[in-house]
Each structure stands twice: as C-alpha cells, then as structure tokens.
C-alpha cells in the first residue's frame, strides 16, 4: 500500500505534510476478546480496529475472521478502504477490523459469542455517523446482524445504520450479496472496451469462488464471456468449453460451500489457474497472490482484482512491462462498499430502493469512476493503479486542506 501512495503522490505532486497526514492510521485499537467455548474452556482472541482516516466522513470498512489477520494487514485493508471510498466518490473515510481466528474450526454459538464480544469492545469506535463496519473475509450477514443486535442494545433503540450487509430483513439492501462481484463485471467490460475484446469471444479465470468471484464469474458469463477456470480453497477446475457458473454455484450451495468434487470440470493444480491463457485473469480471493515468482507466466492482458491487494508491490513493474492491463482493486471491487453506502442511506431514511434502483445507481458510479481513473492514466501517463490512487489521494487532500489541521 505504502510503496502505491509513495509513487502516487510523487506523480501528483502532493504537498509533504499532507503525505505524512494520510501515511498513517489516524487511530488503531487492539483488544483482547476472552471467549467461552463450546467445551467450556476459555480462550483469547485479539481484535483490531483500524481508522485510517475520517476526513471525507465517517470510516467505512469490513471486519475479517482469519487466522492471518494481525496489526499491519488491518493497518494497510484501512488505508485500502480510503482510497477505494474516494476513487468512487462516496462520504466515507477508511477502517479495517479483524480478529485473529478461525471462523471454520467454530461452531455458530462460538462465533455469535466472539462477535458480540467484538462489537461490546468497539462501543466507542463504531456508531452510523462515526464508523461502520461490513462484511469481509470470513465474516458475512450473520455476523453483522449478530453486531447491528448488540451495538443496539447499548443504545436502548435499533441502530441499523450502524452496520451494513445486513441480512434483508435487518434493513440490509437488495443488491449487497452481489454488489462486488457486479462492480467486477462492470470494470472488467469497461477496460474490455477500451482493449478492444469482445466478450463473446473472451475466455476468463477466476481465483476465488466466495461472494466476490461467483458473482463476478456469473454475471460475466451472462454477458457472454467462457469462464473456463474457477477454484477455491478445496482447488481449481478448469474446463476449456467454459464452465457452467450457475451449476457450480447451486453444487456449492448444496456442499457446504465447497466446490470439491464438482464434476463439471477437471481438477488442475489451484497455481495454475493464475497462469492459464484467458484474456481476463480475475484474482477474486485474497492478498499476494500474483508475485514476482509466477508473475512472469502469466498469460492474461487483462487482470481485474476482484480481491484486496491480490498483486504484490514488487509485481507491478513486471506486469507494466508484459503491458498487461491492471483495473485495480480499489476501483475494481468497489462495488460492494457502494451499495454499503446505499444501504446505510436508506437505513437512514428508513426507506427500502428496489433491486434495480441499486443496480443502475452502482453500475452508474462504477462506470464513472473508470472513466476518470482511465482518463487520469492516459493524463499523467501511468498505469491504472496509480491513476486510481491518484484520483483518490487528490480528493483526499484537496479536503484535508479546506477541512485544516490543529
Ligand atoms: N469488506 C469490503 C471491502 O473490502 C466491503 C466494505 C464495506 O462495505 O464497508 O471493500
């Protein structure tokens, strides 16, 4: 993240005060979250919360339940968060929390236990005009109505502003669930446009099959594009007739969310995937996947991250180099950090907008924050990435120097 602001800011010329305003979090908290277990013993838990900054609004950001998660990822997913909120031009500043665990080694009781206990820890940080949290990796509606319920009762009333992707009927948004992957596909078809491929003659791949890469496989799919290679945690499968997205989503549906033993695709290695000949190559999973040991196979000229930092800083000058186009992660994914926008807009209006209302309005700003960002690359002569960070860094500053400091 750091190595992206530097060289960013240096092509916009920013002021040094404010590079060392925005290079680090405004304010981090760790706690320590003892939790009973099912079999009655006690354990320990670190959580974090990380506010980046709060200069355009409120901090906006998912909470992640993984065994990787410690200070420095949620310090960076913080400062990812800003920069995403500004390149898509809504109020919000940046946040990132995290608790160090392993969602899929606990019962639901373990978890309710664990993210109530969270939230009790983070009264003071969260709140809907201070910072809202959301989804993100390993966590999902469940535990955000488990956050939205406990956040409320320290309120006396229902504060369902407080939290989005939120199930429906909590005041989530139509939309939500598949708002990341939509905003996926609507980059990947506008920086398509741009090289000149057609998707009904387009082949894609897509690591990660979780709420990001499903969706974008399938809305991709829908627009004419082969997706012939798909994995997730149990591997990949590849299939070079393209396969069928809907049938793998509705196999992992009924097999505990796992795509293993899908048999409507070979299995091949889950590295391979990165490497295969598509022309759209969609890391939709995690971190520091795309590095500088497999980036010089890699085949694909258009990379479009579905996932948060999924290329290394260090990768960047190869992918330059091969002249493969990058739609980066802060503009490519999102998506879903709009349509949390829209969901906590009508929370406060206690309003619902219908499916298509948030579909138009999000592809809308998509769209838009493509052509700017596209626009700025061809500007400042630099690759999409730092185009985006521009965009973000200039909205940012520009702010902070009416707002002031002390
Ligand atoms: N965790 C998602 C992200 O990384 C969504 C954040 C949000 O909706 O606030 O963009």
Excluded at 139 to 156: F, K, N
Excluded at 371 to 400: G, H, L, N, Q
Aim: with cysteine; aromatic share 8%.
């Amino acid at each position: 993240m750091m190595s992206r602001f530097k060289i960013a800011s240096e092509a916009l010329g920013l002021d040094e005060e404010v590079y060392n305003v925005l290079k680090s979090p405004a304010k981090q908290v760790t706690v320590s979250l003892p939790i009973t277990m099912d079999d009655g013993s006690i354990r320990v838990f670190e959580g974090h919360r990380v506010i980046h900054s709060t200069i355009l609004g409120p901090s906006k950001g998912g909470v992640r339940f993984d065994p990787g998660v410690n200070i420095n990822e949620v310090k960076a997913l913080a400062a990812w968060m800003t920069w995403k909120c500004a390149v898509v031009d809504i109020p919000y500043g940046g946040a990132k929390g995290g608790v160090c665990c392993n969602p899929r080694e606990m019962s639901s009781g373990e978890r309710e236990r664990l993210t109530r206990a969270y939230t009790q820890s983070m009264i003071e940080i969260f709140g809907p005009d201070r910072d809202i949290p959301a989804p993100d990796m390993g966590t999902g509606p469940r535990e955000m109505a488990w956050m939205m319920d406990a956040y409320s009762r320290t309120q006396g009333m229902t504060v369902n502003s407080v939290v989005t992707g939120k199930p429906l009927v909590l005041g989530g948004s139509l939309g939500r669930t598949e708002a990341t992957g939509r905003g996926v596909m609507v980059t990947a078809l506008a920086a398509m446009g741009k090289l000149k491929i057609n998707p009904y003659n387009a082949t894609g791949a897509v690591q990660g099959f979780g709420n990001v890469g499903s969706y974008a496989a399938l809305l991709l799919e829908e627009r004419g594009m082969k997706i012939i290679s798909v994995s997730d945690i149990s591997g990949a499968y590849y299939n070079e007739n393209g396969i069928d997205i809907n049938k793998a989503i509705l196999y992992r549906e009924g097999n505990n969310g796992s795509l293993e033993g899908f048999d409507g695709a070979e299995r091949i290695e889950g590295s391979e995937l990165l490497t295969l000949e598509v022309d759209v190559l969609i890391p939709a999973a995690m971190e520091d996947v795309i590095t500088i040991k497999n980036v010089a196979d890699i085949k694909a000229k258009l990379i479009v991250e579905g996932a948060n930092g999924p290329t290394s800083a260090k990768a960047d000058k190869i992918i330059n180099e091969k002249g493969i186009i990058v739609v980066p992660d802060i503009l490519a994914n999102a998506g879903g950090v709009t349509v949390s926008y829209f969901e906590w807009v009508q929370n406060r209006l206690g309003y619902k907008w219908t499916a298509e209302r948030v579909n138009r309005r999000s592809d809308r700003i998509m769209k838009d924050a493509f052509e700017k960002v596209y626009k700025t690359s061809i500007e400042y002569d630099v690759p999409m990435r730092i185009a985006a960070y521009i965009v973000a860094i200039d909205k940012v500053a520009k702010t902070y120097k009416y707002r002031g400091g002390y």
